[in-house]
C-alpha cells in the first residue's frame, strides 16, 4: 500500500510563511492530489488540489494564500502557505484524491 509522509509544519506567528512537503512512497505522475486540514474540534476540510497536468484550485479561505505543487519525477507534493494566520491552525494531511487512505499528517501552529 502507498504510504504518504508529510513534513514541514511547525509553529509560526501570523503573517508567517510555511512550506510543506509531502512524500509519496509511489508514482503520483497519473494522479490528482490533494492537502486538507483538520483543526481541533472540527472536521477535516479540503485546501487545495492539483491534477496531473498541474492545474490547481482552493477554496476561497486559502486562494491567493496558499500554493500547491507538485514533482512527480521526486513523488513530492508541497504546500506554500502565505500570510498565515490562527484560523489556519490544524492538522495538515496531503492525499490521493481516489484513495482513501491518509498520512500521518504534519501540525501547524499560527500563534503569537
Known amino acids: 500500500q502507498v504510504q504518504l509522509v508529510e513534513s514541514g509544519g511547525g509553529l509560526v506567528q501570523p503573517g508567517g510563511s510555511l512550506r510543506l512537503s509531502c512524500l509519496s512512497s509511489g508514482s503520483i505522475t497519473i494522479y490528482a492530489m490533494g492537502w486538507f486540514r483538520q483543526a481541533p474540534g472540527k472536521q477535516r476540510e479540503w485546501v487545495a488540489t492539483?491534477?496531473?497536468?498541474?492545474?490547481?484550485d482552493y477554496p476561497a479561505s486559502v486562494k491567493g494564500r496558499f500554493t500547491i505543487s507538485r514533482d512527480n519525477a521526486k513523488q513530492m507534493v508541497y504546500l506554500q502557505m502565505n500570510s498565515l494566520q490562527p484560523a489556519d491552525t490544524a492538522v495538515y494531511y496531503c492525499?490521493?484524491?481516489?484513495?482513501?487512505?491518509w498520512g500521518r499528517g504534519t501540525q501547524v501552529t499560527v500563534s503569537s
Open positions: 492539483t491534477n496531473p497536468s498541474g492545474k490547481t
Open positions: 492525499k490521493y484524491l481516489v484513495s482513501n487512505s
